[in-house]
């Protein structure tokens, strides 16, 4: 279909592609609207006031709309040739291709026949009524004044009916003028013609139905009628002014199209490179093209740009431009002055105005430069100045501005109130009349060097007279200021006073060597006394190095508070500068540890006996805050000779020795607190052999060096099996075995026993899902896994668990957690908490080495455990007693009646067995029975026992049986 008579032609962006190039561009959608309508803007379009506007808009990319092309206007591309454009073919257009419209090859010029016209002009009409612009926001506000028109006219028949007021309803008709011209002017003679005749049909009821006198009656469809007839003059005065602005559109497309074509880069690439904002504008001032960079300045789009006076943009500039646009002089014209942004800021431009011919008309070529870099500048230079010049006057350092020759130029305030002289003294001197005689050749020097280049800048310190005759200390930062071909200018001085810091030389002194708290000396000093024994000959006499720690320091700080624990420290330094000698250093090492270097000493226990008097310096409580406190302290000592350190001998050097002493410490600590012991040489192969345990033991897991193994827990009367114990081993490559008491309390103390737990819970439960049921009542074997402190209150151990049992299979009935009694008092608000949720999963909890702790029937009932295993140390006693065998008995007796399950551990002699079997206990493990076997030597261990059985599981309803085996 071809695009209708009086139809408009858009430009949508969304559907731009340029051929040839990677970017996107104009590709160029006629589409046809309803028959009269002037779009204004469809798909990111925009329409334009004049011919020069569009015109100039095409060659700068600018969507636009052009008004009104008759059926079958070729539209001419590339080179002219022509193309029939249908209803919503897109064409491509190549960069800067003009667009060109034959106005004389057009069906509808205005030579066509005048029945044409009309013809056209009532099919228009009539397409406009059946399809109104329904999109179009202006009909709408036409059909809103419409029924206003309408109601007005409504309301004045009823008060005149009413006699509410004198004048006739049909005077009220003369509104409809209102909707009539608003549709003229937005939709043309279709527009006003189609809006008049809506009014009249919406009115003709109110005339007909409505009480009317004749004469009124008469009037009202007069004035109806003279409203159409005023709508056609109206629409038919707009559409002839609409066709003289596409002709001159026409022309002036062709005029500046001419401009583009024939060269090979576009001269809108070549504005669009210049950094400056480029407006062109008419003679009347009105913008009609753009570059991008005005664009960005101006913070507005080319459709807010083009078509709009360039005077409300560069506010001051209208008479500036007027005068160069007039003049017939090709005379320049420069402003600086504001440009207004479109969010009604004001930035500082440079405006050039330059007036240029185009085809014998005067046009305005308007350069706008960004002003702000400029001024920028400008006031950061202005405030340099000023900051150096209150620099200069407020600083409280002295500054001297002094010429090649040291001659001073100039002085500042604090510098004469320094040295007492006013600048009006000192200008035209040198600082020599001030400065003590012994100092001068300081800063002579300083000034030759700099002179000849060899020094950036000088630092000194000298002393000056002052005039009332005092010394002052000063030093002295001596710069070059050099001009900008690089020659010396002049000298720059700072001059900052340093008396105070001379004066407080001794006591910084102190203070870098002392404790602020103890008043002790601390570490540094301590060292430089302990470097110098060493390197002091003293034949015949030994060197002794005590470390100092109290014991449990921390809890006083948490529970009295800091000021307590300071209190503390103080008292604790008092008592031992008591217990040393008079030759002897002691200081404060840092936190609660404290040093003690003693030199003289005859053998290695005067080092010991040195330390006694320390501790004892601890046998009475001290007061702090209020409070008796009860306090203790550890001493690690180290003796070394001088004299073999000095010859060679010895490798022991003043950092070793504090090693050794902290080894020793550590030894005193482990062993029981309190008390004092004296280094020797096996402990720093216990240390070293610590550390490497340590280190192994984190990759022990990663090696394979960890495995489990398993101890069978028997029935005592039948010798059935009931399960195991699953127990860790750890074997190293080329070392051999590693005993479970050693690397177990060493993973609690780095922090590796959760992963070596989680590696227990998951091999131990994966190799029991795997053991056959092969009891008489074909009973599973249960397993049971002692699990540590860290590991039972880290967050999710039970989900953990429930975890493991899932992957692995096994049940979780057939599942032990064992806990020692002392790990569930460590956290007994939280632990019943985590062993209800075990029962709740069905994991049974054993209490383990029962009744070495502190065992309490509160704390089985607190606790609930479903099984209590007996120390071994009840089992098998190193002194048997009397009462040894009441307190099993009496264990058994309380397992039986609180319905729990009695295991005695330790059992080594048949004798033991009989014994436990007559006090009526259930269970027991020990090396009687069998040793912990690796997981590959239990199958041979099931088949020979034919009568495997289970610890005490729940029943199926829920109950636990009362019999351990069944």
Known sequence: MAVRPGSSAQVDPRECRREGTSQDAAALRLAAAPTGEQVTEVAGAHSFESEAEAVLALVSDTPFVIGHLDEGTPVQLDEGTPVQLDEGTPVHLDEATPLHVDEEARPGAPCAPQGEATSATLRALLTNLAHPPLRDRRFWYSQSLVLGVIGVQALADLAQNARLIPVPGFVWYLLIFLPVIYAGTAFGLVGALATSLEATAAAMPNELFVTHAPLARWAGLATLVMVNVCAVHLGDRYERSR????????????????????????????????????????????????????????????????????????????????????????????????????????????????????????????????????????????????????????????????????????????????????????????????????????????????????????????????????????????????????????????????????????ELNHQARHDPLTGLANRRLFEEELAGLLGAPCEGSLLAVLLLDLDNFKRVNDTLGHRAGDEL???????????????????????????????????????????????????????????????????????????????????????????????????????????????????????????????????????????????????????????????????????????????????????????????????????????????????????????????????????????????????????????????????????????????ARGVRVAMDDFGTGHSSLSRLAQFRPSILKIDRSFVSPEHPRASTDMMLETIMTLGRRLDMVVIAEGITTAAQREHLVELGCELGQGYLFSPARPAGALATWLRADQTAGCLRAPAPNGDTPRMGVR
């Open 243 to 506: 066709r003289e602005m596409e002709r001159r559109l026409a022309e002036e497309r062709s005029r500046i199209a001419a401009y583009v074509d024939g060269h090979p880069l576009s001269w809108r690439r070549l504005v669009g490179m210049i950094p400056d904002g480029i407006a062109l504008a008419d003679q009347a001032g009105v913008i009609r093209f753009v570059n991008g960079q005005l664009e960005m300045l101006a913070d507005r789009t080319r459709s807010d740009l083009v078509g709009k006076s360039l005077w409300p943009l560069l506010p001051g500039v209208a008479t500036t431009g007027a005068a160069v646009t007039s003049t017939e002089s090709r005379e320049q014209a420069s402003w600086n002055g504001a440009l207004l942004r479109g969010d009604g800021e004001e930035i500082p431009v440079e405006v050039l105005l330059r007036p240029i011919q185009l085809d014998g008309s005067p046009w305005l070529f308007v350069d706008v430069r960004d002003d702000r870099p400029r001024r920028a500048a400008e006031q950061a230079l202005a405030a340099s100045e000023q900051r150096f010049r209150v620099i200069y006057e407020s600083t409280m350092s002295g500054i001297v501005l002094a010429d090649l020759d040291d001659r001073i130029l100039g002085a500042n305030r604090a510098f004469c109130e320094l040295i007492g002289y006013g600048e009006e003294e000192l200008v035209g001197g040198t600082a020599a009349a001030f400065t003590i005689p012994e100092d001068r050749r300081k800063g002579e020097e300083a000034h030759a060097r700099l002179l000849a280049g060899d020094l950036p800048q000088a630092i000194y310190t000298k002393r000056y007279r002052h005039k009332d005759g005092h010394l002052v200390w000063v030093t002295v930062q001596k710069s070059v200021a050099r001009e900008e071909s690089g020659a010396i200018a002049y000298f720059v001085c700072s001059i900052h006073d340093v008396t105070n810091q001379h004066r407080l030389t001794s």
């Open 569 to 839: 420290l103080i008292a604790v330094a008092g008592r031992l500068q008591g217990a040393v000698r008079s030759t002897d250093t002691l200081s404060r090492f840092g936190g609660d540890e404290f040093l003690c270097l003693a030199s003289g000493l005859d053998s290695p226990a005067a080092g010991e006996r040195l330390a006694a008097r320390l501790l004892a310096a601890f046998d009475d409580p001290f007061r702090v805050a209020g409070h008796v406190l009860e306090q203790r302290a550890s001493v690690g000592v180290a003796v070394l000779d001088p004299a073999l350190v000095r010859a060679g001998t010895s490798s022991e050097s003043a950092e070793a020795v504090l090693r050794n002493a902290d080894i020793a410490l550590y030894e005193a600590k482990r062993h029981r607190k309190g008390r004092a012991v004296l280094f020797t040489g096996t402990m720093r192969e216990e240390v070293a052999n610590h550390f490497e345990l340590d280190q192994a033991l984190g990759r022990a897991l990663e090696r394979g060096e960890i495995s489990m193994h398993y101890q069978p827990i028997v029935e005592l009367r039948s010798g059935r099996t009931a399960g195991f114990e699953a127990l860790m081993r750890w074997e190293r490559r080329w070392r051999g075995a590693v005993p479970p008491s050693t690397f177990i309390a060493l993973a609690e103390r780095n922090g590796h026993i959760l992963e070596l737990g989680r590696f227990a819970l998951e091999a131990a439960t994966k190799e029991a899902s795997g053991w056959p049921s092969i009891g008489p009542e074909g009973s599973p074997l249960c397993v049971a896994v002692n699990v540590s402190p860290r590991q039972l209150f880290a967050p999710g151990f039970t989900a953990e668990v429930a975890e493991l049992l899932a992957g692995s299979g096994l049940p979780p009935a057939r599942l032990v957690i064992e806990v020692t009694e002392s790990t569930l008092l460590r956290n007994a608000e939280v632990a019943p908490i985590v062993l209800e949720d075990l029962r």
